[in-house]
């Protein structure tokens, strides 16, 4: 894993959410109009605050929709928390260094969740994965 450059505007919205919740934050994403943050392990209980009173601040000081996702030391926990809550049935990672992909495999109903609306789930989870691990795609595979 790189460096990872933060603009000055996800910098206050890192700033906004700590302080709102109390979590770690390793890293936040803006695609459309949804903010992603990255936090530490361990801290989803609190970044979500109980009865989901947290992430409810953050979303009416920011005004965006809110995905929260827990960091992972393992490669392949790491996507799969990315697209979580929903059940990825396999993760396999494909190439070396510069040309690695992420192949993930969920059963059909789950696809659209992974997807989600306008892509806008697999191209965060595709922006933390490059930013974190080097990964240049995830595609999306049908299990039975």
Known sequence: MGKIRLSNEE???ITLFETLT????????????VMAFLIKKG???????KNGSNIGKVRNALGKSVVVMEFS??????????????????????GKDNERIAD???????????IGHK?????????LAKRHYNINNI???ISM
């Open 22 to 33: 109390g979590a770690v934050v390793k890293d936040c994403v803006c695609v459309h109009d």
């Open 139 to 141: 595609n999306v595979n």
């Open 73 to 94: 030391e393992s490669i392949e926990s790491f996507i799969k928390n990315l697209f979580h809550p929903v059940k990825i049935k396999g993760v396999k990672i494909k």
């Open 43 to 49: 801290n989803m209980g609190l970044a979500i605050g």
């Open 11 to 13: 910098i206050k919205y």
């Open 119 to 127: 892509g806008v789930r697999i191209k965060i989870a595709r922006k």
């Open 104 to 114: 993930i495999e969920v059963k059909k109903p789950d696809r659209k969740k992974v």
